[in-house]
Nanobody, 117 residues
Framework: QVQMVESGGGLVQTGGSLRLSCVPS????????MGWYRQAPGKEREMVAH???????VYADSVKGRFTISRDNAKNTMALQMISLKPEDTAVYYC???????????WGKGTLVTVSP
């Protein structure tokens, strides 16, 4: 079973920054794409950022210009750099990865980001 382990969440003030990391238990070379979703209290899970194996990226409109997704194959780590954080960014952030072989999607357990006003 593939495990995805997130880290880096926490409490930050409005305008602050955080860097989330996601480390899979297997080589990232087996993933066609990876990314982050988030779920705020009382809301549906939404896509935040997505990156392909070729490093093409897609962002939600709400985070464009503030969030940057990256993957470091040598370190087998995916990251989400978040700046200019807003209270509406408060959510549990989940990383995911799409297997290029099985078509399965693997999810982490989430890391909480709280942005205080």
């Amino acid at each position: 079973q593939v495990q995805m382990v997130e880290s880096g969440g926490g409490l930050v003030q409005t305008g602050g920054s955080l860097r989330l990391s996601c480390v899979p238990s297997v080589s990232m070379s087996g993933f066609s794409a990876m990314g982050w979703y988030r779920q705020a209290p009382g809301k549906e899970r939404e896509m935040v950022a997505h990156i392909t194996s070729g490093s093409n990226t897609v962002y939600a409109d709400s985070v464009k210009g503030r969030f940057t997704i990256s993957r470091d194959n040598a370190k087998n780590t995916m990251a989400l750099q978040m700046i200019s954080l807003k209270p509406e960014d408060t959510a549990v952030y989940y990383c995911y990865a799409d297997s290029r072989w099985s078509g399965s999607t693997f999810w982490g357990k989430g890391t909480l980001v709280t942005v205080s006003p």
